[in-house]
């Protein structure tokens, strides 16, 4: 095999195992293994909850539209009657349009009304006239109904509903400024919650019906009061922790909004009751079948799940890999590697003495490796460009990788293959989910952009990576899945031939 066809192979091999992780988390695959019906009852988790005609149902997330379905189909009884009688769901601008299997849509004549909205991720007032629709139909709920609430990642931007007198406007702004400056997700939901009328367990506190919410995760430990920013779970923050937040990124906020946050109590509601909270799916599944595909598909290979916990700014992530990918390299040269220790901390390694051995033993048999994170990374924007997280990463990694990975003997042909991607399909404001980057010792992506005068220092400075891989070979380096329908948070691929 050429070495263009052995790269070529490689990329495909990486994105093929990134719709498999995506594939794997897909939301009508998983509530059927959640919920069930059995005769007049429907069954969540260990609990049994009596149908009776009073089934609700309100969602808000990128992932909910193919959540529906399953739920309805089980909800109708075999004269087509139904015990689901009401719902009302917020999910992205377009997305109906873009999932190709349109069996998985909620069919003509469902009871659900589908709301679309927050273009972009930012909410807008589609998404707010949405918000207060599904805040009066759980209003209007009696003590005997039940409220299925479907969450998914996405969920914050698609339920606005900010306290007043604080405007639709200012709430984004608020949420923009932390964005850019490198609030993590903890950070900037925590603010969410302070100044909505809804998150931190605001939705459940305004109804009386039986809520169970079905989630589908895109945060770090699925911590629940995050998860879009958490409508039916207590808020537990501390009073002034929303401020601490906004002095640290300095965000500029009006006397309104310092006035509600100053009066914010700690939340009365420290539990509920009649709530049951259940994560139906998270980043650890989608690593899971990313694994089991390498190892299916690429017998020789050894793929090892490092983290779900990957954080911190994307560029340094992009440099740490790179820095590992070179240990292991020098590793297989010389059969032997130490791992610097700081790097097991940059890339939360999950257990540090399995990876290390794992790795080790790789390394002795020259083995080729896949190593597999997930996570959330952050970017601090201070560029005009268009660009998102794992393009950016990806586009650091690709000129770490030239100034920094060994240049080995002639005889020696070692490959290394990057993917970071997001598996909802879009990363930051742009159509790509993330993209590739490739090294070899005689030939690798940053000599490519050179060769077509695309310079990669110049996009990464701008924080232009979108760009940067859109330009290079007409985009043949971008993942472009479209909306996949599902969330949870990112999938970076490393993969490593001797
Ligand atoms: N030009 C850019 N370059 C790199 N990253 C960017 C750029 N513009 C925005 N971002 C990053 O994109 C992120 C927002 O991306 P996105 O809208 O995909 O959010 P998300 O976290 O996936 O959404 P959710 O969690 O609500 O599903 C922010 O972290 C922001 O820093
Ligand atoms: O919607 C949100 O708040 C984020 O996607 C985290 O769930």
Redesign the pocket.
Known sequence: MTRNSIIGKSLSLLTDAFQEGVHSVLPHLLIPKFVRRENESLLVGHRAYKLNNNVHLVGFG?AVITMIKPIEDMLRNSNSSSHLVSGVVSVPWKIQESIQNVELLPDNHSCVEIMEGAKN?IPDHDAFDAAKKILNVVQDLKLEDLLIVLIS??G??LLPMPIPPITLEEKSSIVRQL??AGAD?VELNTVRKAISAVKGGKLAENTKATIISLILS?VIDSSLDIIASGPTVPNTDHPGKAMEIISKYNVIISPDVRHVMSNQLRSENVDFPDASNNVIGDNKLALEATRRFFKQKQRDCHPIVVTSSLKGEAAMIGHSIVLLSKEIIDGYRCGHIDITPSLLLDLHVERHANFIEEISRCVTEKLPLCLLFGG?S??E?K?T?????NQ?MVLAATIHMKTELPRVPEDQEPLVVLLSA?T?G????TTAAGALTYWTPQRCLYDDALDEDVRPERYLAR???HSFFRKLSSGKYLVQPGHTGT?VMDLQMLYIRP
Do not use: F, H, Q, Y
């Open positions: 990128k991720n990642g996405g914050s931007a964005s850019t997700i895109d959330e952050t970017v924007v560029g460009g268009v660009g998102g997280r950016e997001g909802d879009l990363d930051g404001p924080n232009d990576s969330n």
